[in-house]
């Protein structure tokens, strides 16, 4: 996330380098903390769909990153992201949680 600079457009994460755990235990500190009720995992490497996979969350490839290896839901850029959540079945997720806090 320092890396590309992408650091001010998040809210929350973890690293190895802050709990010296493995990136499946971050995961699940995340989850924990914001009391993330449907997360999904964006990744760029084999390692984040197996940690993804490890904890029994989605997970959506960011082909962008830095390995390439074939998977689907993918998203091409960082931009596509809002797309990827607008026109599939987690539009839904996302028009709830907005109108939750909206509404209260």
């Keep these: 996330m320092f890396h590309s600079k992408l650091k001010n457009y998040f ?16 995961i699940e500190l995340v989850i ?10 964006i990744g760029d490497t084999p390692g984040d ?4 996979n490890e904890v029994s969350i989605d997970f959506l490839y960011a082909s962008y990153g830095f390995q390439t290896f074939d998977f ?19 539009a839904r997720l996302v028009e709830r949680y907005n109108r939750r806090k909206e509404y209260g």
């Design 72 to 90: 689907n839901p993918y998203i091409a850029s960082f931009y596509e992201v809002s797309r990827f959540f607008c026109h599939t079945p987690y």
């Design 32 to 41: 924990k903390r914001n009391q993330i009720k449907k997360p999904i995992y």
């Design 49 to 52: 769909l197996k940690a993804a």
């Design 11 to 26: 809210k929350e994460w973890e690293s190895h380098g802050r709990t010296g755990l493995s990136k499946s235990k971050n």
